[in-house]
């Protein structure tokens, strides 16, 4: 208040129309206006330049403006009312005005931390753009790099506060080193799962949007975030599983999002009649594979006569597509089938299925075939059985064939019918 203009200072203590608190009032009233004021003028302002700067090739400008028009305007703001707290306070007996300078410390703290996160944010959205940036960084470095800046910000003024508020930053610093190994034992757990994400973002084994699975453990899916503790991957049933990131110092992880290509491997059998066409459509078969547009020549292509199989002749099928997708990858190896459907019955050939022949000794045979006689002549002498009720054969010359022959035959002079 040394500095207070002396217009201000005459007219609060000598202008004897308004009694003093009104006239501290109107002073108080006149300061935030003025605070207002001048606030919307610099946002204002750093509009114009934002503007200004977009039409130019730099980034860095437009991110740095950007941060610095929110934390302005709260500087301006604070500013304002510190100096209106500080006119109240000389009028005032209210203990609250005494904690001005304090307040206008840690305000000045919250500000610029404020600020650097607002930097460190567009900073992480420039580098990971594909937009702004030629060769955008991984999304998973930059967040692990964002969060680590943030952390050393928050830190620095967690300790900065401390000392401003009277307390010993070096005795805070001794009773972290001597409680850090209680905290420690008590929290390994914690730390185990905070080190375990730091090696993720070291090593990157996986990233956001990859597909992982572990073949040690039941994880299967895409990744959606890996944070300090856990890292939350969303299952192919869309059930989001959060997995410590302890967890995969331990198990093996397989990354297939970053595989090259995708495999056909296939055993196709035909008939054992159609023997003499094997050569022709393994050779057709491997032509067309050849010359597919979908399949990646480059890599390892086998097509050959595998093996004589119980039922079948076996024909190996070993490719790879050129895509990694999932979807495309099953349209491009459902037409490499269907045209090697194709190939095979263009040949008059056909795709084998399990079939079992049962060979009949010759004896069997000829026991079926008395069997089967027998049975027929059976049925014949029933037939005629009716016939022959109505007579009676002669008493004398008749002679009849052993019963089943189906077949009646008479000697001698008389016979009856």
Request: hydrophobic residues 45%.
């Given at each position: 208040?040394?500095?207070?203009?002396?217009?201000i200072?005459?007219?609060?203590?000598?202008?004897?129309?308004?009694?003093?608190?009104?006239?501290?009032?109107?002073?108080?009233?006149?300061?935030?206006?003025?605070?207002?004021?001048?606030?919307?003028?610099?946002?204002?302002?750093?509009?114009?330049?934002?503007?200004?700067?977009?039409?130019?090739?730099?980034?860095?400008?437009?991110?740095?403006?950007?941060?610095?028009?929110?934390?302005a305007?709260?500087?301006?703001?604070?500013?304002?009312?510190?100096?209106?707290?500080e006119?109240?306070?000389?009028?005032?007996?209210?203990?609250?005005?005494?904690?001005?300078?304090?307040?206008?410390?840690?305000?000045f703290?919250?500000?610029?931390?404020?600020?650097?996160?607002?930097?460190?944010?567009?900073?992480?959205?420039?580098?990971?753009?594909?937009?702004?940036?030629?060769?955008?960084?991984d999304?998973?470095?930059?967040?692990?790099?964002?969060?680590?800046?943030?952390?050393?910000?928050?830190?620095?003024?967690v300790?900065?506060?401390?000392?401003?508020?009277?307390?010993?930053?070096?005795?805070?610093?001794?009773?972290?080193?001597v409680?850090?190994?209680?905290?420690?034992?008590?929290?390994?757990?914690?730390?185990?799962?905070?080190?375990?994400?730091?090696?993720?973002h070291?090593?990157?084994?996986?990233?956001?949007?990859?597909w992982?699975?572990?073949?040690?453990?039941?994880?299967?899916?895409?990744?959606?975030?890996?944070?300090?503790?856990?890292?939350?991957?969303?299952?192919?049933?869309?059930?989001?599983?959060?997995?410590?990131?302890?967890?995969?110092?331990?198990?093996?992880?397989?990354n297939?999002?970053?595989?090259?290509?995708?495999?056909?491997?296939?055993?196709?059998?035909?008939?054992?009649?159609?023997?003499?066409?094997?050569?022709?459509?393994?050779?057709?078969?491997?032509?067309?594979?050849?010359?597919?547009?979908?399949?990646?020549?480059?890599?390892?292509?086998?097509?050959?006569?595998?093996?004589?199989?119980?039922?079948?002749?076996?024909?190996?099928?070993?490719?790879?597509?050129?895509t990694?997708?999932?979807?495309?990858?099953?349209?491009?190896?459902?037409?490499?089938?269907?045209?090697?459907?194709?190939?095979?019955?263009?040949?008059?050939?056909?795709?084998?299925?399990?079939?079992?022949?049962?060979?009949?000794?010759?004896?069997?045979?000829?026991?079926?075939?008395q069997?089967?006689?027998?049975?027929?002549?059976?049925?014949?002498?029933?037939?005629?059985?009716?016939?022959?009720?109505?007579?009676?054969?002669?008493?004398?010359?008749?002679?009849?064939?052993?019963?089943?022959?189906g077949?009646?035959?008479?000697?001698?002079?008389?016979?009856?019918?």
């Amino acid at each position: 208040m040394d500095e207070t203009p002396e217009v201000i200072s005459s007219w609060v203590n000598n202008w004897n129309l308004l009694s003093q608190s009104w006239r501290v009032a109107i002073v108080v009233f006149g300061l935030v206006f003025a605070t207002a004021a001048v606030a919307f003028l610099i946002s204002r302002i750093i509009v114009m330049l934002e503007r200004r700067f977009e039409k130019t090739d730099n980034l860095w400008d437009d991110a740095v403006l950007h941060a610095l028009r929110r934390p302005a305007i709260g500087f301006v703001w604070l500013q304002g009312v510190f100096w209106a707290a500080e006119v109240a306070r000389v009028y005032s007996d209210a203990d609250i005005f005494s904690a001005n300078s304090k307040l206008l410390e840690l305000g000045f703290i919250w500000i610029l931390v404020w600020t650097l996160f607002g930097v460190i944010k567009k900073a992480e959205e420039i580098l990971i753009s594909p937009m702004k940036m030629k060769q955008p960084m991984d999304y998973t470095t930059v967040n692990a790099i964002s969060k680590l800046l943030r952390a050393v910000v928050a830190i620095t003024a967690v300790l900065t506060i401390m000392q401003s508020l009277g307390y010993s930053i070096s005795g805070v610093l001794a009773f972290g080193g001597v409680g850090g190994i209680a905290v420690g034992f008590a929290a390994k757990d914690l730390l185990a799962n905070f080190f375990g994400g730091f090696i993720i973002h070291l090593d990157r084994p996986f990233k956001v949007g990859d597909w992982v699975r572990s073949p040690d453990r039941e994880i299967e899916g895409t990744v959606e975030k890996i944070g300090w503790r856990l890292t939350t991957i969303r299952t192919f049933d869309q059930r989001p599983l959060y997995v410590p990131n302890a967890a995969f110092t331990q198990i093996a992880v397989e990354n297939p999002s970053r595989m090259h290509n995708r495999r056909i491997f296939e055993t196709i059998g035909i008939r054992y009649a159609d023997v003499r066409e094997m050569s022709d459509i393994v050779n057709d078969i491997r032509s067309m594979l050849e010359n597919h547009e979908e399949i990646d020549t480059r890599r390892t292509l086998i097509v050959n006569f595998l093996a004589f199989n119980s039922s079948s002749l076996d024909i190996m099928v070993y490719t790879f597509t050129k895509t990694t997708q999932w979807v495309k990858f099953h349209e491009i190896k459902q037409d490499v089938l269907l045209k090697i459907s194709d190939i095979i019955e263009s040949y008059g050939a056909e795709v084998a299925f399990p079939t079992r022949t049962l060979h009949v000794a010759d004896s069997l045979r000829l026991e079926r075939d008395q069997s089967e006689t027998e049975g027929e002549q059976s049925e014949s002498e029933e037939s005629s059985g009716g016939a022959r009720s109505g007579g009676r054969a002669a008493d004398r010359g008749a002679v009849r064939q052993p019963r089943g022959s189906g077949q009646t035959t008479t000697q001698g002079d008389e016979a009856e019918e």
